[in-house]
């Protein structure tokens, strides 16, 4: 099989997207299929993979303004069609719905069927149709025409038939096993402390502030307890006034940005992983976290609920609330056996249904379905 995959951003840009385009690319081509992606995203360094990149750089600064970043949009369209053309895939893949565009050229002008896999909310999907609009929706070509749209969770699944009419099929990224595995019996931890661990962008709707609120009823019980915050924000300095507020500068560390290369031992130099947030669209530190054997607390967001059961591997708590997360914190540290099993079960869960060998056999069979049925 031949695909195309147009992604807008890719690496050596390190960001969500930009690693399931990789790991996707990388693990279909492991399963003997020719892999194409087509980004304007350039590569300084010129890297070389198995993996048949085309590249078309646009330079838009942002005081250009919109009107420029339109027309370079409609450059890298244009490139991308004729691409396409020359490469002749079976199909294409879409990664988020304003990439549609040109497979949707492609699809009227030489047949040639293509998805979208969307990786976030509705409204943040391309410039080309304001909220307020998202009715007309389904009567965008390059939506109603495609041959599947693929989503990470069934929340967002929901969300889309109910918005675009029909129901989306549910492909989860997945996380990558040869990265992050639990830490070696004999591989100490730097810290003898029990160390509580978030990663995450620092903004208004990851809910640190609650995390750090229960930190005050945590350290009564484990005084030696510690909260790592790992990564940074324009938020970062309201939490910061929130610690010292609360007394808190000894139990509540903050690391700002660390190396992507660095991710895998701070996770398996913790105990317990917390994901307090309002929102996410997949968040791929929980999976992550899973795979490297911690147990794992959680509000309702995304995936979570799918993937994590209460006394099982982890702990579903509620929105907004110190309470909970104290509660869920302390039972977990105060039960070693407990708190040993949910490891094992976080594990267990990642390695058989989370591997990116996993997810792209599921796109492998979507993708041949498609090309049966038309």
């Known amino acids: 099989m031949i695909l195309v995959i147009i992604a807008t951003h890719y690496l050596p840009h390190v960001g969500g997207l930009e690693l399931a385009t990789f790991h996707l690319a990388k693990e279909l081509d492991k ?15 010129k890297n070389t993979t198995p993996i048949h990149m085309h590249r078309y750089p646009i330079h838009t600064y ?19 069609v004729k691409t396409i053309k020359e490469i002749k895939p079976d199909i294409i893949h879409a990664q988020n719905i304003t990439n549609s565009i040109p497979a949707y050229i492609a699809w009227k002008k030489y047949h040639i069927p293509y998805t979208i896999c969307i990786h976030g909310n509705l409204e943040l999907m391309g410039p080309f149709l304001p909220a307020s609009l998202k009715r007309f929706w ?27 009419g029909t129901k989306p099929v549910v492909i989860p990224n997945g996380v990558d096993l040869d990265r992050f595995y639990p830490a070696e019996n004999n591989e100490m931890k730097k810290s003898a402390s029990p160390v509580i661990l978030t990663l995450s962008r620092i903004d208004n709707k990851k809910g640190l502030e609650y995390a ?7 350290h009564a019980k484990f005084p030696t307890a510690k909260l790592m915050i790992v990564g940074d924000g324009e ?7 929130l610690v010292e507020m609360n007394m808190l500068s000894a139990t509540v560390e ?24 309002l929102y996410e669209g997949l968040p791929l530190t ?13 509000t309702p967001v995304s995936i979570a609920p799918e993937i994590i059961t209460t006394w099982k591997n982890g702990y579903i708590i509620p929105f907004k609330s ?53």
């Open 322 to 374: 110190p309470d909970a997360i104290y509660e869920a914190i302390i039972d977990l540290l105060s039960n070693p056996d407990k708190r040993r099993q949910c490891a094992e079960n976080s594990f267990r869960a990642a390695k058989e249904t989370m591997s990116w060998e996993n997810v792209a056999k599921q796109y492998a069979e979507l993708y041949q379905f498609i090309l049966e049925s038309n």
């Open 254 to 277: 903050f690391t700002g940005l660390i190396p992507n290369s660095e991710v895998p031992v701070y996770l398996r130099n913790a105990d317990l992983f917390l994901l307090p947030s």
């Open 62 to 80: 942002p005081d250009e303004g919109p009107i420029r970043a339109f027309i370079d949009g409609l450059t890298f369209f244009k490139k991308t």
């Open 286 to 298: 929980l999976l992550e976290a899973m795979a490297c054997g911690l147990p794992v607390i959680s």
């Open 138 to 164: 389904p009567q965008l070509p390059h939506i109603k025409e495609a041959a599947q749209i693929i989503t990470l969770t069934n929340e967002m699944a929901t969300q889309f038939e109910k918005e675009l």
């Open 212 to 218: 750090i609120e229960s930190m005050k009823k945590v």
């Open 31 to 45: 399963q003997h299929n020719e892999v194409h992606i087509i980004t304007p995203s350039p590569d300084p360094n």
């Open 235 to 241: 938020y970062r300095s309201e939490l910061e006034k």
